[in-house]
């Protein structure tokens, strides 16, 4: 079974602050990817990496795919109230795509 | 623009009761996808299904569930005898090719077992 550990799993900091969030496996991905999810609805993506060492950026926020394609991060610069919500990275692996157990981000104005 | 639509959006039941989850995926989609979510809890993956066929299925999809693509369009996820333990939001997905490719995910159906 391929496990995705994220960290943290809260974070509630104040609007214009910068924040990293890690997503870390002993397993290999073929690509991990980050997704958003608002209360009462499903994943959205965000973004898929694909390549070790790739970095993405999406506006303010950052992806980074390690070298060995088992970890992630997401680097959101300078936060807004509106960047707040649960953010999962995924991975594909086999025939499906596994979760992490979420980072639950507050901005608080 | 496609999404994936999911119905109910709640259901309520007794424990031992039967439960059918429909969904219909994206039309040119290949791929679809259970998932369920206990409050509060990660996103756990159920089972994948391509061709008519399980393609993968996580320890939790046990003889209780099954799937089926009845009619070409729909996409249905059975629970045959309900426990407490069920109550979960339950997510369908699906995806155009497998792998690294976006799984578009439906509004989810709150399954609450009582």
């Known amino acids: 079974t391929q496990l995705l550990e994220q960290s943290p799993q809260f974070l509630s900091i104040q609007e214009g602050e910068n924040l990293t969030v890690y997503c870390n496996s002993s397993?290999?991905?073929?690509?991990l990817q980050w997704y958003r999810q608002e209360p009462g609805e499903g994943p959205v993506l965000l973004v898929t990496?694909?390549?070790?060492?790739e970095v993405k950026k999406l506006k303010r926020l950052t992806f980074q795919f390690g070298d060995a394609r088992k970890d992630s991060s997401l680097h959101i610069t300078a936060a807004q109230p509106g960047d707040t919500g649960l953010y999962l990275c995924?991975?594909?692996?086999?025939?499906?795509?596994?979760f992490g157990g979420g980072t639950r981000l507050m901005v608080k104005p | 623009e496609p999404e994936v639509t999911q119905t109910p959006s709640h259901q309520v039941t007794q424990m031992g009761q039967e439960v059918i989850l429909r969904c219909v995926p994206i039309?040119?989609?290949?791929?679809f996808y259970w998932y369920r979510q206990i409050l509060g809890q990660k996103v756990e993956f159920l089972v994948s299904?391509?061709?008519?066929?399980?393609?993968?299925k996580s320890e939790i999809f046990d003889d209780q569930f099954s799937v089926e693509r009845p009619d070409g369009s729909n996409f249905t996820l059975k629970i045959r005898s309900t426990k407490l333990e069920d109550s979960a939001m339950y997510f369908c997905?699906?995806?155009?090719?497998?792998?690294?490719?976006?799984?578009?995910f439906g509004q989810g159906t709150r399954l609450t077992v009582v």
């Open positions: 990496v694909v390549t070790g060492g």
């Open positions: 397993s290999v991905f073929s690509s």
């Open positions: 997905a699906s995806s155009e090719r497998l792998l690294n490719t976006e799984a578009f």
């Open positions: 299904f391509y061709n008519n066929e399980i393609s993968e």
């Open positions: 995924a991975g594909w692996g086999g025939n499906m795509l596994t």
């Open positions: 039309s040119n989609h290949l791929y």
